[in-house]
């Protein structure tokens, strides 16, 4: 018998019609996904939970510039940070989740905070942040989370606009992080991560903070994280619908999640992707853009890393 039973992790930084940027520094991207994933994965080998193990993945990324989501976050029409986060625990069905927040280091941790030290699943805005600091979350600088890179690509749209040209030409990129994982007690989690999309409008909130759209777990089924095309993924539910395929439709998770993403909304053209996990160890990617930046590892396959289809 095994000391450990299955567990696995999986993670992505995003999905995305590629670029010029990711190209230039892919190895630095799959070392990012590396760094992710060991560090995660080492919480469910010590034997801790499936709700440890996706935040602390989840905060890797967070902390790496080149990921959209907390340090290199996207920035806004006014040239602003604006951050959400969610978490969800398999086993209860409990969740927690920020949006529209600046000066917080790791928005993961607050949402996490949220979830085990509130009623609420939600808070957004400015009492999000009076909330971090009176749960100990030290704020940080407006600039802290402002990369040159985020800086550089935020004027360059700027200008794009006021020329009616294409931003960025034909690359489109939906930055987001995310985890998914199954301890060794048979526990799913799941959390989702970012800074937003380039340019967005002020006071917007995307799927990354809301339960169901881009963040799921629930032990019967799955724990998924979702990104690409975020007004999408919330209009189409897409991470709790993918669990409800599967309890409902009796297919696989990667029959799930190849079904809604590749099949259901075929018609709408939306890109999107997802990650997932199962009570079995199975563990699912599925995208429909021509790049998500992904990895796993389980205690039944060894680690894996991956950027273009």
Same mark, same amino acid.
């Given at each position: 018998?095994?000391?450990?039973?299955?567990?696995?992790?999986? +993670?992505?930084?995003?999905?995305?019609?590629?670029?010029?940027?990711?190209?230039?520094?892919? =190895?630095?991207?799959?070392?990012?996904?590396?760094?992710? =994933?060991?560090?995660?994965?080492?919480?469910?080998?010590?034997?801790?939970?499936?709700?440890?193990?996706?935040?602390?993945?989840?905060?890797?990324? %967070?902390?790496?510039?080149?990921?959209?989501?907390?340090?290199?976050?996207?920035?806004?029409?006014?040239?602003?940070?604006?951050?959400?986060?969610?978490?969800?625990?398999?086993?209860?069905?409990?969740?927690?989740?920020?949006?529209?927040?600046?000066? /917080?280091?790791?928005? /993961?941790?607050?949402?996490?905070?949220?979830?085990?030290?509130?009623?609420?699943?939600? !808070?957004?805005?400015?009492?999000?942040?009076?909330?971090?600091?009176?749960?100990?979350?030290?704020?940080?600088?407006?600039?802290?989370?402002?990369?040159?890179?985020?800086?550089?690509?935020?004027?360059?749209?700027?200008?794009?606009?006021?020329?009616?040209?294409?931003?960025?030409?034909?690359?489109?990129?939906?930055?987001?992080?995310?985890?998914?994982?199954?301890?060794?007690?048979?526990?799913?989690?799941?959390?989702?991560?970012?800074?937003?999309?380039?340019?967005?409008?002020?006071?917007? /909130?995307?799927?990354?903070?809301? +339960?169901?759209?881009?963040?799921?777990?629930?032990?019967?089924?799955?724990?998924?994280?979702?990104?690409?095309?975020?007004?999408?993924?919330?209009?189409?539910?897409?991470?709790?619908? !993918?669990?409800?395929? #599967?309890?409902?439709?009796?297919? =696989?998770?990667?029959?799930?999640?190849?079904?809604? /993403?590749?099949?259901?909304?075929?018609?709408?053209?939306? %890109? #999107?992707?997802?990650?997932?996990?199962?009570?079995?160890?199975?563990?699912?990617?599925?995208?429909?853009?021509?790049?998500?930046?992904?990895?796993?590892?389980?205690?039944?396959?060894?680690?894996?890393?991956?950027?273009?289809?």
């Amino acid at each position: 018998m095994e000391r450990f039973g299955k567990i696995a992790l999986a +993670i992505h930084g995003g999905a995305s019609s590629g670029s010029d940027y990711l190209d230039n520094n892919i =190895t630095s991207y799959e070392e990012g996904l590396e760094r992710a =994933t060991t560090a995660g994965y080492k919480v469910l080998m010590d034997g801790r939970s499936a709700i440890e193990a996706v935040h602390v993945a989840v905060k890797v990324m %967070e902390d790496n510039p080149l990921f959209n989501a907390g340090l290199g976050s996207a920035l806004n029409e006014n040239g602003e940070i604006q951050m959400e986060a969610a978490i969800m625990d398999g086993k209860y069905l409990q969740s927690g989740a920020v949006a529209m927040v600046n000066q /917080i280091k790791n928005p /993961i941790s607050l949402a996490k905070a949220i979830m085990e030290n509130s009623n609420h699943t939600m !808070i957004a805005g400015q009492p999000a942040i009076e909330y971090a600091v009176n749960h100990g979350m030290m704020p940080v600088s407006n600039e802290y989370c402002i990369t040159e890179q985020q800086r550089k690509k935020f004027l360059q749209s700027k200008s794009a606009i006021s020329y009616n040209l294409p931003i960025n030409g034909k690359k489109k990129a939906y930055g987001t992080v995310g985890a998914v994982a199954l301890d060794r007690h048979g526990n799913t989690a799941a959390a989702t991560s970012t800074g937003g999309p380039a340019l967005a409008h002020a006071g917007r /909130i995307g799927d990354s903070s809301m +339960i169901g759209a881009g963040c799921y777990a629930d032990n019967s089924t799955c724990a998924i994280s979702a990104t690409g095309q975020s007004e999408y993924l919330v209009r189409l539910v897409v991470a709790h619908d !993918i669990a409800a395929i #599967m309890e409902f439709g009796g297919k =696989t998770l990667q029959e799930g999640c190849d079904y809604k /993403i590749h099949e259901k909304h075929k018609h709408m053209l939306a %890109e #999107m992707g997802v990650i997932g996990v199962d009570r079995g160890g199975n563990i699912s990617f599925s995208f429909n853009t021509e790049c998500m930046c992904r990895a796993s590892i389980s205690n039944q396959q060894p680690l894996y890393v991956g950027i273009y289809k």
